[in-house]
Structure formats: C-alpha cells, structure tokens
C-alpha cells in the first residue's frame, strides 16, 4: 500500500491511498503512515495516454540526422553533407535522415541534388509523415529502385523502404523502445497504442518476457498479420502474457487492426473530394471500399476493432461508409479533412475520432496552399465533441513529440511559437483535452495511473501547457518517473 499525500485535486488538498494497483480511498491531506509519496501541493491529475504511435519509428527516429527545420530541399542536401563528414558509416551501411516537410519548399528534390551532396554515400531522408522518402541514386540502386527518376518514394514502396531500414539488431531495438517509452513516462505517459508497421504480437511477447513494465502498451495489427491474429484467437483487449507474469504481462495488449486507405497532406496523397491546386491529382485511395468493407468484416467479426487511416474528406467519408456497411463500431486515424455532412456521423455510427491536434500546428500553412478555402473543417475537434464523438488524441510520434502536453496545447490553443491561433474555432477546452488523453479519473476504485504536476495546467498558457513539468507518474501505483 502507498499514500499519496497532500495530493491538489481540484480546490482541496488529499490523501490518495494506493493499494494493489487500485485508489482504495481519498481522505482529507496531512500526514498519513506507512509508505508515502508526500505531493506537497502538487496537482494531481489522471495518467496520459497516447492513442497512435509509432515506438519503433520513434526510437530510429532519435537516432538519425535531423531534418525538420530544413526549408528547402538545397538546405535539407546541406544538412545530409554535414552529416556524411561528421557520422562513421560501416561499408554499406545508408546516410539516414528522419523529418523533412517538402510541401512548401521552393525547389525540387532529386537523386542527383543528393548525389552532389554526400557522393556515392547509399542516403535515405525519411519525410517528417512517414509517408514519402527521398534517395540519392546509390540508395535507390541499393533498395532495388535503381533509375527511378526523381528520388521520391510514396506510401507503400516508402513502407516497405522504412520495414528494411529497421536493419537493428532485436536487443538493441527494445533496448531504444524501453528509453522512448522511459522519456514517455517523464512526460506523464502510462500509455500507448503502438501503431508500428510490424509484427506487432511477436515484438511485445518478447519484450514482455523480458520484462518491459514502463507504460502500457496497446499492440495495432495490420492486414499481413491479421489473419494470424484471427487463427491465434486474439481479440482486441486480450492481455499478452507469455510469461504468465500478470504483474508484467497485463500492460500489454492486443489493440486494433489498422489498415491505411490514403496517404497524408504534406506528401500531397491524402485522397479528397477536390483536386490538389494545379492539378488533376486528388491524391491516393490506397484501400478502396471494395476491400476495405471485407477487412472490416474479417476483424469485427473476430473481436478485433478496426481502426482506419483517413486523412482527405474523401477518404473520410468512404471510411465512414464503410463501417455504416459493416456494423461495426471503431475508430478512424486522423480525420484531419472533413465534409460537414460528415461530422455529426461519427457519433451517429460510434466511430472515435483518433486525431493528432500538433498536426494541425505542422501542416497549417500546407493546409492553407493546398486544402484553401476548406481549413475551416480541418482538425475539426470542437465541431466533433459538439457532434457527440468519442475523441482520442495522440501524437502518431515520431511525426510529432511523444509529449501529451504539446498534443493537449495544440487543442486548447491552436497555436505555436507565438503565431496567430488557427481556426481558434475549433479549440477545445483543458478539460475536454485531458479527458481525451486519460482513460481513468482519479476516484476511489480507479487504476492508480496517475501524475502530478507542478502548474495547475487548467490555469496555463498555451506555452506552459507545451513544457509543463511532470513531478510523478505512477503507473498502477508503481512509480515510472519521479523527479522530486
């Protein structure tokens, strides 16, 4: 049993007692016995979840060249010519970049504007989406894409490209995962819902048995492993325990089966009603209706919950279709583009609405160039809640931080660095915010996922909200990260 102690929860200040993973009472503060955790004032608030990430990607990620701030493809070569004096390569081995955004660069990427940059050095940018690739003519030559003619790879073939640049031995990989979920932990997260392009079930039985307890974990399935997933028995929310250790095994679960039917915005592939400007190009439907309503079928009918990747208001909408075809409930990643008449249906069908609002802080000038005169129905949060939608919020890290707080900012605020809020119409409450973050409160009889804070957060800044320090996070009553 632990005590929480002098613990802020709304205006008065309490004891929270702990015991086996559960709050067994909340009595008024001051000294308690036995093992204690003295708050000391601080805010005490339920553990954050994110509800799309990519932990794998996210762990590469840190690890490779940064391309973030780069404004042009010219500087972006610069960046990578830098890198290719500085890192030690063995023979063979790729040049990798990770976060570059081209939609608003002034020039073209090219092989051959690589090429003139780091040589005959195999070098591969991945885009900050995840969703396109960019390589000199040595990588293409060495990733079997030899005479493509501009470099670019999109959607699948960058898929499978990211699926072979995971070239890492498995102990080092989870051994990089445990340290992104440990940073995850000192930012309040107790959870995840591991969206990685993977063989999700085998990765965390062998990190379970290895004794992985940082935070919990909720494993995607995608549709080359689904019908393994279905012959195994597994349904979504079934405990994944090879060791038989409940104490390790029970934070980890079979969550969603995941199927992508469009690209993304900044690639210029998420598939909408209107044509992109100065084209003919609507973007991509890479899972068509005709397809999408059987994977749909196959997964509910096992227990498994779909969970579908719609970024365009075409996509969207056809994805919507599809689970008022099917009957089933779910959730769709992203939604970022919306048609009016479809908002309210999410709520209608019991589809959540899984979204990333520091998306939204990333693409809003590319919104403005290419979705113009729609962006009042982009990253819809407050028109969704207002429509009676589950919304859950994530950060589809490494596309952005692995922070709840800067997701949670960019709800409330819509604004970054001191800019103008964008579409402030569309900002949702703190409270609406932490609820869509948190998946218990703190009551008696609730899971000991907890935090405190140092801010009362319902009184910050857009600005505090983004570096909020987090003193404690407890994960069923066991401490991930205390900093105090």
Known sequence: MITLTNARLGSAIVNVHIEAGFITSITPGGVASGDTIDLDGRWLLPGLWDHHVHLNQQALALRRTDLSNAASAAEAASIMAEAAGRIHLESGQPLLGHGFRDGLWPDVPSPALLDAAVGDIPTVLISGDLHCAWLNSSALSLFGFG??????????????????????????????????????AARGVVGVVDMEMADNFVAWSRRAGGGFATVRIETGIYTEFLDAAISSGHRTGDIIDPTGKVDAGDLITIGPFKVLTDGSLNTRTAYCIDEYPDTHDHGMLTVPPDELVPLLLKASAAGISPAVHAIGDEANRLALDAFETVGCQGRIEHAQLLRESDIARFATLGVSVSAQPEHAMDDRDIADRFWAGRTGRAFALRSLLNAGATVLLGSDAPVSPLDPWVTMSAAVTRSRDGREPWHPEQAIAFDEALAASAHNDVAVGEVADLIAVEQDPFAASGDELRSMPVALTLLAGRPTHRAF
């Open 147 to 184: 005479g493509h003619e501009t470099g670019i790879l999109l959607e699948d073939d960058c898929f499978d490209l990211v699926g072979k640049l995971q070239d890492v031995p498995e102990v080092t990989l989870d051994r990089w995962v445990e340290e992104a979920a440990a940073g995850a």
